[in-house]
């Protein structure tokens, strides 16, 4: 059970939050959204947005979630990777038209990415998670084991993803990862419109235990 600074379940957030959106309009519009979830869910929770945080580069959290009477904290990353879609969201009313996001490949490397960063900011009173919403059925569908130079940074359902992951044939060394922990893709249904691409599911690594 992944839990944000010690007093928000994950799980009741997202189920909050998708008893009232079945998608947004973007990656910003999701990281509002949640965040606003998340103060609903725990008023005493402290939420900032796009806070600064110096790893191997100069770099922002998404979302940090504090405690101040425990000292406990979570770092959230987010991100919305979608395909094509036009609809209205039955909850809402609004009309959304969402682009299509072509480069898979490069949200799996992103995901990752945001893992390993937890992974150097999670600690004492720390953990992180990595959160995705997607409508991009590929990237939680088991397939074929192909040689495509993201095959190490798969997340489809059951995929565990550990340790030092190469990109391609190792040849472009920026693209490598090398994670401390093991984490299995568990995707977990969103909404389910009745349209082309209009499934979403969303998937949570957590990095590390706030305690």
Same mark, same amino acid.
């Given at each position: 059970?992944?839990? $944000?600074? #010690? @007093?928000?379940?994950?799980?009741?957030?997202?189920?909050?939050? @998708?008893?009232? /959106?079945? *998608?947004?309009? +973007?990656?910003?519009? =999701?990281?509002?959204?949640?965040?606003?979830?998340?103060?609903?869910?725990?008023?005493? $929770?402290?939420?900032? !947005?796009?806070?600064?945080?110096?790893?191997?580069?100069?770099?922002?959290?998404? =979302?940090?979630?504090?405690?101040?009477?425990?000292?406990?904290?979570?770092?959230?990353?987010?991100?919305?990777?979608?395909?094509? *879609?036009?609809?209205?969201?039955? *909850?809402?009313?609004?009309?959304? &038209?969402? /682009?299509?996001?072509?480069?898979?490949?490069?949200? %799996?490397?992103?995901?990752?990415? &945001?893992?390993? %960063?937890?992974?150097?900011?999670? #600690?004492?009173?720390?953990? #992180?998670? +990595? *959160?995705? !919403?997607?409508?991009? %059925?590929? $990237?939680?569908?088991?397939?074929?084991?192909?040689?495509? @130079?993201? %095959?190490?940074?798969?997340?489809?359902?059951?995929?565990?993803?550990? #340790?030092?992951?190469?990109?391609?044939?190792?040849?472009?060394?920026?693209?490598?990862?090398? !994670?401390?922990?093991?984490?299995?893709? &568990?995707?977990?249904?969103?909404?389910?419109?009745?349209?082309?691409?209009?499934?979403? /599911?969303?998937?949570?690594?957590?990095?590390?235990?706030?305690?």
């Amino acid at each position: 059970m992944s839990v $944000l600074a #010690g @007093r928000a379940d994950l799980t009741e957030v997202v189920e909050r939050l @998708r008893a009232e /959106r079945s *998608l947004f309009h +973007s990656e910003a519009d =999701l990281q509002h959204a949640f965040a606003m979830m998340v103060a609903r869910a725990d008023p005493s $929770l402290r939420i900032r !947005l796009e806070v600064p945080f110096r790893d191997e580069r100069s770099t922002y959290l998404d =979302l940090l979630v504090s405690d101040a009477a425990t000292g406990l904290s979570t770092a959230v990353e987010l991100k919305y990777f979608t395909q094509r *879609l036009q609809v209205d969201d039955p *909850l809402t009313g609004e009309h959304f &038209d969402l /682009r299509s996001h072509a480069a898979d490949d490069l949200v %799996r490397l992103g995901v990752v990415r &945001d893992v390993h %960063r937890l992974e150097q900011w999670s #600690g004492p009173r720390r953990n #992180g998670i +990595s *959160l995705l !919403l997607s409508n991009a %059925r590929t $990237l939680w569908a088991t397939s074929a084991d192909r040689p495509t @130079r993201d %095959r190490a940074f798969r997340i489809h359902q059951g995929r565990q993803i550990s #340790g030092q992951l190469v990109w391609g044939d190792g040849d472009h060394e920026p693209n490598d990862v090398t !994670l401390q922990g093991t984490y299995t893709a &568990d995707w977990q249904l969103y909404s389910d419109l009745p349209v082309p691409h209009g499934e979403f /599911r969303w998937l949570a690594f957590e990095v590390g235990a706030a305690a």
